[in-house]
């Protein structure tokens, strides 16, 4: 007994330290995008997201005031300032007029520059450069210095994101595409699973058959062959190509056999008593699927939204083939992907948009789940 139970203790643990594990998997990249689309642009570039709590140093190069500035003191002429004309509030460590030596010498000391030349850069950004022979020119002195600066966060990332860059119209046309291509499929596939399962008719076996062939064929070998198909249809009733009804229908026909083979091993698996009780009060079969098989399989329903929808909201092939790249059919997915290779070194705008594209499905996942547990609960037979 002692045996069995600790087997079943070790069961358990390792259980629950695979499921931290998959979850640390998930969670820390997703943090990662988040904390960097809160960042300041420098600050990415500085330093890695888990260093966003802490000061970032980094080089970077500045010029000093021009000549025309200079003022006479004790027989020199002097240019004084600050290196931050911004304001903001930085700490320098290091500084060097050679961009081969760019923290050649400590903040705060006078550094030789010739000729009776000399510069110095304290940690809060004020200089002192003073020479025997008056400045000319009319582009001061280039120095460069290793500057630390407290973290900076701002949500400027997704004003740019979603009000400059066209995000929040490709974030509606996603939800256009997506949201109908979840119900449709579900609402069809739930009458072909419930006919499937429970009624008798000629070449039922057959049916089920070549639906559970279907999905094994590649979305990619189907892909261009249904949309000569649509488009020879749509130009013989006169509509345009590329229009939300044609994803609509490509997804719902991609995403049927897989819906009607999972919810028909579902609603086949549901008691016999209880439909053969209903026919026997007399209930038709739409009364038997509406009153009794949806309620009941309300689990499966809601697990099979969960995988259309993240499937459909992630498409990006479909979505090409099937919508246009105009602003008012261009996706999320495809958006980002324009972004990709037109911004690519601009890593705030990248994941802020990252984030915002997961947003929706975290939403829909964590909804649904709970949904998914109450219909569990609803869907249990008490024996009488």
Do not use: C
Request: no cysteine; glycine share 10%; proline share 5%.
């Amino acid at each position: 007994m002692a045996v069995a139970t600790g087997k079943s203790f070790a069961s358990r643990f390792g259980v629950h330290i695979a499921v931290l594990v998959f979850v640390a998997i998930w969670t820390i990249p997703t943090l990662g995008i988040l904390v960097s689309s809160l960042r300041d642009k420098n600050q990415i570039i500085a330093s890695g997201w888990w260093n966003s709590f802490a000061s970032s140093t980094q080089t970077e190069a500045g010029r000093l005031p021009a000549a025309s500035t200079q003022v006479e003191k004790d027989g020199k002429f002097v240019l004084e300032g600050n290196i931050f004309g911004d304001g903001a509030k930085r700490d320098i460590s290091a500084f060097g007029v050679k961009s081969a030596a760019p923290t050649q010498h400590p903040a705060g000391t006078t550094a030789d520059l010739g000729d009776g030349v000399t510069l110095q850069l304290n940690a809060d950004g004020s200089f002192v450069m003073a020479s025997p022979k008056a400045f000319e020119g009319d582009r001061g002195q280039r120095i460069y210095y290793a500057s630390s600066a407290p973290p900076k966060f701002t949500t400027d990332n997704y004003k740019t994101v979603l009000f400059s860059e066209g995000i929040g119209r490709s974030f509606m046309n996603s939800l256009t595409v997506t949201i109908p291509a979840t119900i449709i499929p579900i609402l069809i596939a739930a009458f072909a699973a419930y006919a499937l399962a429970w009624m008798r008719f000629p070449g039922r076996a057959l049916l089920i058959a070549v639906i559970i062939g279907l999905l094994v064929v590649p979305l990619q070998m189907s892909l261009i062959p249904l949309l000569k198909l649509y488009n020879g249809v749509g130009s013989f009733f006169g509509m345009p190509s590329k229009t939300y009804l044609g994803i609509w229908l490509a997804h719902t026909g991609f995403g049927l056999p897989f819906a009607i083979y999972l919810l028909r091993s579902y609603i086949a698996g549901l008691p016999r008593e209880i439909m053969e009780s209903a026919r026997i009060d007399g209930a038709s079969d739409f009364e038997i699927f509406v009153k009794i098989v949806l309620p009941l399989s309300f689990p499966v329903l809601a697990s099979f939204a969960i995988f259309q929808f993240l499937w459909v909201w992630n498409d990006l092939l479909v979505a090409m083939v099937f919508l246009g790249t105009e602003a008012d059919q261009i996706v999320l997915t495809a958006k980002l992907n324009a972004l990709l290779g037109s911004r690519g070194g601009d890593w705030e705008i990248l994941t802020t948009s990252a984030f915002v594209t997961i947003i929706v499905p975290l939403i829909v996942f964590f909804s649904l789940q709970r949904y998914f547990v109450r219909g569990l609960l609803a869907g249990s037979v008490k024996g009488g």
